[in-house]
């Protein structure tokens, strides 16, 4: 089955090991536009180029971009950095991402409206650029499923099922957030094996990751370098997220596990020195450099390693196998 990148098409049989949740810069919606001197983008796209190199030497073949509206996705800016690291292939989402409030564009329009603009971006493509999305993305935070949340929600429910395009979600783990998102897309007929809950590696508690994969899905275990700091006291130690895995791993639940880091390039929520301090081992890299030692040396095998880096996220894009 092809998919398309940023830069043409790949099979999915060579999508080879997959960085399923990542992020090559996180902008906030319009502040670019509006305040443009705060923003040295050809430096930007220098940086995130020779980070993502990085990956090149461990094997990672493809890389997900799930930034959308409500991250400042820009197609174009995305382009420039995948033309200059040819090794790696690059899907990116459509869909949007909110804990609460819609932009006003979408509060006065129905969940099929904004279902269409999904579907457009993945047949006709993205921003004019005729690349088209092939993964579908929404969010559920601490606030629950709001009304805004609820349409979003919906919306993606909808334009998955017209395209087949899966969905891979955000959510607050501690608030088991992710068993409200399944309860509303089965309620839109959406298949729980096309769905990663995101994040759920920010949670320890194995019932809930048993029931969400119980119920299905896959589990993003995606957050690997964000670790329990005082400024960020909701996520695990390095030590906790793997033992987590490696446990589920040991119970077997390889199939149903996606790793990945939520790593930003360049993310404008914070100073980016403020960032590297906060989370020093946020890397495109951290996954082979820390993280399968760690998880082999907990016994997690190579089979289950390659299952959870590359067949999971194959299975996941094709659809239909499971
Ligand atoms: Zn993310």
Redesign the pocket.
Known sequence: MKLPTLTGEVDTSELGITLM?E?LMVLSDGVPEAFPHAYDLDAIVEDVVRQVRQVIRHGVRTMVD?SVLGLGRRISLMQRIAAQVPEVNFIVATGLYTYNELPHYFQNRDIDHMAEMFVRDIRQGIQGTGVRAAVLKCATDEPGVTPGVEKVLRAVARAHLQTGVPIYT?THAGTRRGLEQQRIFQEEGVDLSRVVIGHSGDSEDLGYLIALIENGSYVGMDRFGLYHHEAMPIFPTFEGRVRTVAELCKRGYAERIILSH?CCGFIDWFPMEVVRQLAPRWSYTHIFEDVIPALREQGVTEAQVQQMLVENPRRFFEGGAS
Do not use: C, G, R, V
Request: glycine share 0%.
């Open positions: 949740h992020h799930l955000h939520d």
